[in-house]
């Protein structure tokens, strides 16, 4: 069983910057294509960014030109830099597959706000 361990998020100003990690335990991280989701409370967990094994990066409207996603096999790691953060309510980010088919981790929550 594979275990997804986010973290990097906290409180920022309005325009600031955060890089989130994911960690995953397990060999199978490098061959697994990537996202980063955002969950606000009582609303739908959504894609905000996801990373082929390849590396080849695809971002939602809200993110392009913001958000950067990468990934470290050697650390079975997958970032996200996330730049020109606008105000908006507190979310949980988390990490999983391109499918969604590991077990989520805690999330890492993220807020903007001055």
């Known amino acids: 069983q594979v275990q997804l361990l986010e973290s990097g998020g906290g409180l920022v100003q309005p325009g600031g910057s955060l890089t989130l990690s994911c960690a995953a335990s397990?060999?199978?991280?490098?061959?697994?294509?990537m996202g980063w989701y955002r969950q606000v409370p009582g609303k739908q967990r959504e894609v905000m960014a996801t990373i082929t094994s390849g590396r080849r990066p695809n971002y939602a409207d809200s993110g392009k030109g913001r958000f950067t996603i990468s990934r470290d096999n050697a650390k079975n790691t997958v970032y996200l830099q996330m730049n020109s953060l606008k105000p908006e309510a507190p979310a949980v980010y988390y990490c999983n597959t391109l499918r969604r088919d590991w077990g989520w981790g805690q999330g890492t929550q993220v807020t903007v706000s001055s």
């Open positions: 397990g060999s199978i991280f490098s061959i697994r294509a």
